[in-house]
């Protein structure tokens, strides 16, 4: 329970960290974490060593990952530029609408049934 309201709490004031970052563009920020993200799993792969299941992954698969790669890069790309272009209620009902879209989206599409 603490975990999960320190996780909400933190996510709560996450805009309020971009405008002290505005001397940097929002592309500035989000190339640092790609980067900084990049370096971390790395990182976590090599000590567990999951770099082998990567490589067993077929071509297919890559490219799923490197879809969602592209996908969560515009989509955070987004949020940057809505938090330091003053748009922060804008982001947080973008990110309140989101899960309802994807469900949405999954029930049209992959023809999934919701449980009551």
Not at 56 to 76: C, Q, S
Not at 88 to 101: E, H, K, R, S
């Amino acid at each position: 329970m603490i975990y999960t309201l320190a996780a909400y709490i933190m996510w709560g004031f996450f805009p309020a960290f971009f405008p002290l970052l505005l001397p940097a563009t929002p592309l500035e920020i989000l190339a640092h974490r790609v980067l900084w993200t990049a370096v971390i799993v790395t990182a976590f792969l090599i000590c567990s060593g999951g770099w082998r299941e990567l490589v067993r992954l077929d071509k297919r698969t890559w490219g799923w990952l490197a879809a969602g790669g592209v996908f969560i890069t515009v989509n955070w790309g987004t949020y940057v530029l809505a938090i330091n272009t003053d748009h922060v209620a804008d982001a947080a009902l973008g990110y309140f609408i989101n899960p309802l879209v994807s469900v949405a989206l999954g029930m049209i599409f992959l023809k999934e049934q919701l449980r009551p």
